[in-house]
């Protein structure tokens, strides 16, 4: 067997071990076209500020390593320009000779990632405009950073957008993000991003939504970045991290089939239309596991254990991968937003059915120093109860329970089984009642039909005039901090004596802050014959929603 | 519909609030022995130290609370001496007035807790000998502990033991633990409880295992502590933390049918040998989720959760109780030691087959600042791969891992399910490869064959000349710092150039540090037709049972 390995980072790396350890016999080699492999990326932002000191720590693992662990024979600085799918055979050139050779494989490995986006824009090729990918980006933007400059720039609000952001601002650079939608964090459902939002904000970042960089000049201050409202910026660094791109051109030359925004077209057991060509890692499209539509999920785990399984297949095993679920998280200062599944607008943009709910629970007991909210929103079949997405935002903990989402997922759980579930609890670690059996018990009371739900929105889209009287069941001094528009208050605790206050020929929303209180007095409410629905999460989710509004 | 309650901490409270929510116009009399309801019985040790300074915070709800909030009839220091089945009242005595009456009910949910042990040891009942159940008791010990003494022994090592041990600490008293067993936390394996050992000793803890206390005398110096070996130990106060026992006076006398270690016996609907009468939490049996048997598992969250259910019941919905599966967690100093479904223990105990593996990673990318180590252990069934139990121990991020296990055994996932788990990766959180992969891919290789183990006790238990030939294949350094006794060092990245060296006609056992490199080593033997296993867990496993060898 010889099995060549394009791209030596994740899903390459992991594939080239794998192989290894599969079979002693076979010849492996593993083309890099950078100087290094298997290095950290998701470290990256991190070296930027120097949070991450020891520029060697990145590197997962050296080429050495791979030599004389896995007696690989590692070929850096060599990109793979071509397959010739007929004669079984790929032609590499070494970066620091440019001479050219042919290699035969066997079976051929693709994982050659996914690139930044570049956009066509005036000015795009300036000194001081970066994208991140890999080391030698990273030292070109330190170098920059650490240089004394006062302004920076970063395009793009996902994932690295915000890591970078987080890393500029500790280095006392004032920061700006500019991002074309009008949210942070688009994976996430919008609401679920205004915690960040004001995170943000409070951390200094000037922070312009619905915008976009439309040309970089250079400037006397450094570049000056055109926006489409026309603004302009200044910043002596620009940072894209608008998304990235799979790195196609190999397959597409080949004639392998491609699949959505051009990703390389994979069956279940990482064999790409070429039965003796697999894919791998950001490059590839996979299966969206709750969706079952195609999609493309450039994340460094799913990539890792696709690279384990096209190594199995290619030795003979039989291999079943079941598509990603896109569980991503990301810190954003001591917040940590995080997901898994479904997003509401992606089960929108399906067209299925769905409920949801929101919980704000403390990560740990209350009465144990130290508890940080959160706010969990969970996405369910409305029928089955099925858990179709779970995303998460708030302090410490929020990582757990969006683990704990996730396995649930896989398994098929519903929110049933959510009730259900046994995690463990003492008063650091969470509550008798953990913010999971909560959820579980919003869901499925809703499902069950104990617990009418209104969401927030739909409220807010409502004309006022149709809207159903408000009530909130807060004491007064919560409702005099700050109430939904035109709401009336009776407090829960004095709702039984003061029914006769209430319309029976109205619907009736009620609302508390968080949502419990707000339940337990529709159930007194419905019990007592009132038209009446609970507002989803109370005026904690009402806040997200308006604060979205305002923003 | 007249509902009865006896009992107000966890299940009774949680029956009593639900029971209201289902209905508005249930008679609902919530009795409790004590003055406080859902008190916060998990906080009581830190409450001890001043840890939660504040008394108030222990209570979760007040009688005042429940009244306003549910209309409950809520009668607090009113103790339930009688049960009349046949004529379906119970008989109360108010502990103020001395006062007895009678109620009728329709239905009962009988709550009444599990009550510390106290052994019938001569001197137990001398003053500085407490136990801890409620806030009467902790205002107690808090009353000794702030008064300048010097020592105190606990006895018993489980979760309340070792949290009180941790709290006297933390006030500068010289503390000994006493536990009957060889091992600290005795529902966990032993081996898995070396961390915690080690931490005990580091913070000054006299340790005290395989012994008891034989009688307590009052001294000079307070109380005399005599153990079942002839020593004696001195202390100003002594608190005992060695289990509990059901609360099931009542139900005995009402002659209701009793299973394990005298708990109520319920069925699925939480319902006693008496249909109209249930019973829930502590006091109760239920099945072990895993191994199918009848247990007594007392623990907040499932109570909690079973009050809940039925209250369900009572007003005419089905459900089903799953048992449970006795997920625990605890914190002692800066270490965390949790479990889920089944022990090694147990599982030998039930005669069930099972293998089981150990990881030892770190909780997040080690390339990022701060990552703590853990070990993990996972049990499963050795044909299908089914999860059977999981426990770790050591720094953040155990909890975690733990809840995820959790999870999976709830859901009947198998450790090929384990190897696919999509969890949520950035350097702060976890890893691209997460513990939870890890343990996956090393219990599903060994089950696949691809990685034959040996488990280190097995190991251990052979006499020497029968031990297959031990081959440690870390680096020289590492194996001068402490190694497997007799065996010989050939670093992994060497091991195919010495072949020669490696007997063909003896079986050879690999060890790394924690099972990786020998993994590869295994790998490597096997294809050269040697005969060879890895030594399960590495080096560092080893260590944790030649720590339980020397404790």
Redesign the interface.
């Known amino acids: 067997m010889k099995l060549l390995i394009v791209g030596g980072v994740?899903g390459g790396a992991s594939a080239a071990a794998r192989a290894r350890?599969?079979?002693?016999?076979a010849e492996i080699i593993l083309f890099e076209r950078g100087p290094d492999v298997s290095f950290?990326n998701?470290?990256l932002p991190?070296y930027v500020s120097g949070?991450?000191?020891d520029r060697n720590?990145?590197l997962?693992t050296t080429p050495e390593r791979l030599r004389?662990?896995?007696?690989l024979d590692v070929r850096t600085s060599s990109s793979v320009v071509a397959i010739d799918r007929a004669a079984k055979t790929i032609r590499v050139r070494e970066l620091s000779t440019g001479r050219e050779y042919v290699e035969t494989y066997d079976k051929l490995i693709l994982a050659p990632g996914a690139a930044p986006l570049t956009p066509p824009i005036p000015g795009i090729d300036l000194p001081g405009i970066f994208t991140l990918r890999n080391l030698q980006d990273v030292d070109r933007i330190k170098s920059v950073v650490t240089g004394g400059i006062k302004q920076a720039v970063v395009v793009g609000a996902g994932?690295i957008g915000l890591?970078l952001v987080e890393n500029l601002v500790e280095l006392g650079i004032s920061t700006t993000l500019v991002e074309l939608q009008q949210q942070v964090l688009p994976p996430l459902d919008q609401e679920m991003t205004t915690p960040i939002v004001e995170k943000l904000r409070a951390k200094g970042v000037n922070l312009v939504l619905g915008e976009s960089a439309d040309g970089f000049e250079k400037s006397a201050d450094g570049i000056a970045i055109r926006l489409k409202s026309g603004k302009t910026l200044t910043a002596q660094i620009v940072i894209l991290g608008i998304g990235v791109r799979p790195e196609n051109r190999l397959a597409t030359e080949a004639g392998l089939e491609l699949g959505v925004r051009g990703a390389i077209r994979v069956n279940a057991s990482l064999q790409t239309s070429d039965p003796d060509i697999y894919a791998v890692g950001d490059a590839i499209e996979i299966q969206d596991f709750v969706l079952e539509s195609p999609s493309m999920i450039p994340?460094?785990?799913?990539?890792?254990?696709q690279g384990r399984m096209a190594a199995d297949h290619v030795f003979g095993r039989t291999v079943h991968y079941?598509g990603?679920?896109?569980?991503?998280?990301?810190?954003v200062f001591d917040l940590?937003a995080?997901m898994?599944g479904a997003s509401e607008k992606s089960l929108i943009r399906a067209g299925r059915p769905f409920r949801k709910i929101y919980v704000h629970p403390a990560n740990h007991?209350?009465?144990?120093?130290g508890a940080e909210q959160m706010t969990l929103k969970l996405l369910f079949d409305p029928a089955s109860g099925k858990v179709l997405g779970g995303q998460g935002v708030g302090g410490s903990g929020v990582?757990?329970r969006?683990?704990?989402i996730?396995?649930?997922i896989?398994?098929?759980?519903t929110v049933f089984?959510l009730?259900?579930?046994?995690?463990?609890?003492?008063?650091?670690?969470?509550s008798?009642?953990?913010p999971i059996?909560m959820a579980g018990f919003v869901a499925a009371g809703l499902i069950r039909g104990?617990h009418p739900q209104i969401d927030v929105e739909a409220i807010l889209k409502m004309p006022v005039e149709q809207r159903p009287m408000l009530l909130d069941v807060r004491t007064p001094q919560e409702f005099s901090q700050g109430q939904l528009p035109g709401a009336i208050n009776i407090s829960?605790?004095d709702l039984?004596e003061r029914l006769s206050e209430l319309p029976r020929d109205r619907p009736i929303a009620v609302y508390c802050q968080v949502g419990q209180?707000g339940?337990?007095a529709t159930?007194?409410l419905m019990?007592?014959g009132f038209d009446v629905v609970n507002v989803g999460g109370g005026y904690k989710t009402y806040r997200l929603y308006a604060q979205v509004q305002n923003a």
Chains 1, 2 share one sequence.
């Open positions: 994740a350890r599969l079979s002693e016999d950290a998701c470290g991190y949070k991450i000191a720590k990145l997962v004389s662990r896995f007696r994932f890591e994340l460094a785990g799913p990539a890792n254990r079941r990603s679920q896109g569980t991503a998280i990301v810190g940590t995080a898994t007991a209350g009465y144990y120093p990582d757990k969006i683990d704990v996730a396995v649930a896989q398994a098929g759980l089984d009730e259900q579930v046994e995690l463990a609890y003492a008063p650091q670690y969470g008798a009642k953990d059996n104990d829960v605790d039984r209180r339940y337990i159930r007194i019990q007592r």
